[in-house]
């Protein structure tokens, strides 16, 4: 059995706090550096949206740590999407032919509490709050921490540094100045759409205002919102607009009179649901949807990223949390496969997940598409129909890619290829019966004229 | 009038430099803060290559600030390419039908210092060196420098501030990090191949080993050498190869036991003029080759990027300091155009330099293939001589790429229009010809079956 390693671990979010409890199960004696406040004191602060989409991937994560029952109590099941068409008119859209099939509403801020009391329970961690790493010295594994007092940074040696610490991440900004020769090729993408979140509140009996086990969503081309339910009755709505332009945009709605009227004749079943419309779309900000992709995820002997830090992807396939999940349990298997050797373990897991990021990055994008334009399609749910129809059939050949995402671990890598054998096997068979048709009437008119 | 402003420089280099004189010009009072020390005390130290191809953009420039024709004494006029082929035969390629059109071979280190010796000229320009910006407050316009006895760094206001600090640019990596809802897109891709100098003296009576009025490349299809002329009688060999891989590669060459030999069977007429090969090949750096992009080059009310800041290309179309210099050009006729008003000459400033930035970016990249590959092929040099002919011609419609870049001050973006215009006439050419001949053929069969 080889040494259990000293690990240091940047940002005390979902994967950094799930991280820690995978890693100290193999015996590792796990530090966790946060820049915010403890959540489990000050309550949860987040700089980013307040309901997440659990599915399988995720809670194989949970189940691994032994957290999956006590999460799943608190879930809202969501069974499939429920379109709101112009008129206020509404149609249920099954995710699976499989009824047990759901993706599950969670509270972003609950979630990472509990990650944290379980990571906590371990004796072999350590955690620190608005304590973050500054900077990291990639060839000897040396971190620099803010030090409370004040004081010059405080540097300590680990064997393994982890960055966990999101789309804006403060060690892959380190790695990228860090030295210039290592050819650390990166970028940062931000698509023409932001977010807004918007409220849903119960109705007075404390009951869900719309069906509660179901997405909703306002599919209005470029201008969609989408509504997740929380435990406690409300939704969370959540506006995907253009920052800038003519059309429905944020800029549009700052400069509305009325804002209730300016939301109501796009959505006009949702705002009568929304009491304190006018004040939540004056006061709540508007979020940017930023890509990030990284040639490879570690940098020297000691370092890697993970997670958002590693491959931010837009969140329209609700898979940021679910595959930043995934990340972490394939780390502690490469840190187990090689024995804790800790350059072989980083190099192979980035290796494997690097193109699962950015396989998961093209379906999210993807998915913008298919949500806000094409699930309002008649063509797009009669394909969607056939292949259901083919998954019956043939239940193991045929999966919906949704369900291959949602509803399996495969790696995203492997469902990317898996959707494009099949887009050409389709275009094989259409070409095939192209050319059939044509030698028909060339027979014809050979024979007729 | 309007009031001359306070303008912080970050970057003394070459655009830092000639920009503090041209705006010096104008009567603003700046301030230039760069991190190395004094070349003119201390001798050169760059990070990067020792010579440069000065072509008509930069010359506009030098002219500006009255320094051409002091510059133009000491370089090496280039005014075609001389191709080095496997069997050490070689072949004359001029630039130009114009014998006066040639690119002039500089040494960096001394043009940065007569640069520098410009500025210092000016009473309203302060030079800073060994004093980086360290941090930048883009809403106020604060900047903050190092201090030079160790306190904590200094905070100076400007009303404007140019980040002309070069591809790893601080000033862009703090634009990168604030605010994250600013949404600033930025790539930075290294490409596969990296580069290692080696050097050619002078024979024993002080004269040039090669024709010093050309550019002298050895294709090789992925293991390209080229080799710029200097003043000294020297040139300065460039390899461009790939880092790794199990072909001609640094990698490779790393691990040769002889490494003249080794480069020896790719460049034999050139090894040979090389008595240091052995220790150049082994101590000189392999230096990465990075594009930088972002989304716009300018940040809050008063901060703007220019350069390889703002848009880093690959050297193949020697295009770095001569774009880095027409945009100093451009801005400074921004700030004249708006009157002085900061804002609104960075935002169209960055409208209308960042579409050409992205431009000579693609040309380069397309030069590399031109320079590696194609200019060894009979059929790209065949429809270069069509080329040629059509512009002698008609030489002020059909004017080549390669000179619109070099030789004129065209923006680049318009000659990447030109050149796609004039590769469309060509397919549609092509289509027109098709068609006929299938209706040939077609009547005919028409006519005889």
């Keep these: 059995m080889s040494q259990p390693l000293?690990?240091?671990?940047?940002?005390?979010?979902?994967?950094?706090?799930?991280?820690?409890?995978?890693?100290?199960?193999?015996g590792h004696r796990v530090t966790v550096f946060e820049r915010r406040e403890d959540p489990r004191r000050s309550g949860f602060i987040g700089g980013r949206s307040i309901n997440l989409a659990l599915s399988t991937r995720g809670l194989e994560a949970l189940t691994a740590i032994g957290l999956q029952e006590k999460i799943m109590k608190d879930v809202v099941p969501m069974r499939g999407?429920?379109?709101?068409?112009?008129?206020?008119?509404?149609?249920?859209?099954?995710?699976?032919?499989?009824p047990s099939d759901a993706i599950n509403s969670v509270s972003r801020?609950?979630?990472?509490?509990?990650?944290?009391?379980?990571?906590?329970?371990?004796e072999n961690?350590?955690?620190?709050?608005?304590?973050?790493?500054?900077?990291?010295?990639?060839?000897?594994?040396?971190?620099?921490?803010?030090?409370?007092?004040?004081?010059?940074?405080?540097?300590?040696?680990?064997?393994?540094?982890?960055?966990?610490?999101?789309?804006y991440s403060t060690m892959r900004n380190a790695m990228q100045c860090y030295p210039q020769r290592a050819g650390f090729g990166f970028s940062q993408t931000f698509i023409s759409h932001s977010y807004k979140e918007l409220v849903i509140p119960p109705l007075s009996d404390g009951s869900h205002a719309l069906d509660p086990n179901a997405l909703h969503i306002w599919p209005r081309g470029a201008s969609m919102m989408i509504a997740?339910?929380?435990?406690?009755?409300?939704?969370?709505?959540?506006?995907?607009?253009?920052?800038?332009?003519?059309?429905?945009?944020?800029?549009?709605?700052?400069?509305?009179?009325?804002?209730?009227?300016?939301?109501?004749?796009?959505?006009?079943?949702?705002?009568?649901?929304?009491?304190?419309?006018?004040?939540?779309?004056?006061?709540?900000?508007?979020?940017?949807?930023?890509?990030?992709?990284?040639?490879h995820w570690y940098c020297g002997e000691h370092s890697v990223l993970l997670g958002d830090a590693?491959?931010?992807?837009?969140?329209?396939?609700?898979?940021?949390?679910?595959?930043?999940?995934?990340?972490?349990?394939?780390?502690?298997?490469?840190?187990?496969?090689?024995?804790?050797?800790?350059?072989?373990?980083?190099?192979?897991?980035?290796?494997?997940?690097?193109?699962?990021?950015?396989?998961?990055?093209?379906?999210?994008?993807?998915?913008?598409?298919?949500?806000?334009?094409?699930?309002?399609?008649?063509?797009f749910r009669l394909s969607q129909h056939v292949e259901k129809w083919l998954h019956?059939?043939?239940?193991?050949?045929?999966?919906?890619?949704?369900?291959?995402?949602s509803f399996t671990t495969t790696p995203y890598q492997e469902i990317v290829k898996r959707q494009a054998r099949r887009r050409q096997s389709i275009k094989s068979l259409l070409a095939v019966l192209i050319s059939l048709a044509a030698l028909v009437i060339a027979f014809f008119i050979g024979t007729f004229t």
């Excluded at 045929?398 to 995402?405: E, G, I, R």
């Design 125 to 167: 961690v350590t955690l620190h709050f608005e304590k973050p790493i500054v900077d990291v010295d990639f060839a000897s594994g040396f971190i620099k921490v803010e030090s409370t007092e004040g004081n010059e940074p405080e540097s300590i040696k680990f064997d393994l540094i982890v960055g966990a610490d999101g789309a």
């Design 109 to 122: 801020g609950e979630l990472n509490i509990e990650l944290l009391k379980a990571a906590d329970e371990h």
């Design 310 to 379: 590693a491959h931010a992807i837009v969140p329209f396939f609700g898979q940021g949390m679910n595959s930043a999940f995934q990340d972490c349990m394939v780390l502690r298997e490469h840190l187990r496969t090689h024995d804790n050797n800790v350059r072989r373990a980083i190099v192979t897991f980035s290796e494997q997940q690097k193109p699962n990021g950015d396989a998961i990055s093209k379906l999210s994008l993807d998915n913008f598409l298919i949500m806000r334009d094409r699930v309002s399609s008649r063509w």
């Design 392 to 405: 019956r059939l043939m239940p193991s050949r045929v999966q919906p890619v949704y369900n291959l995402v």
């Design 228 to 295: 997740l339910p929380n435990a406690d009755g409300s939704f969370t709505c959540t506006l995907f607009w253009p920052r800038e332009g003519q059309g429905t945009s944020f800029e549009s709605l700052a400069a509305a009179d009325d804002v209730t009227a300016y939301i109501g004749q796009i959505y006009p079943d949702a705002v009568n649901l929304m009491p304190t419309l006018e004040e939540d779309a004056r006061n709540n900000p508007v979020s940017p949807l930023v890509m990030i992709s990284c040639d």
């Design 81 to 98: 999407r429920i379109m709101h068409d112009p008129d206020g008119r509404t149609s249920f859209h099954p995710y699976s032919v499989a």
């Design 6 to 26: 000293d690990i240091g671990i940047a940002g005390a979010g979902l994967a950094g706090s799930l991280l820690a409890s995978l890693l100290a199960q193999d």
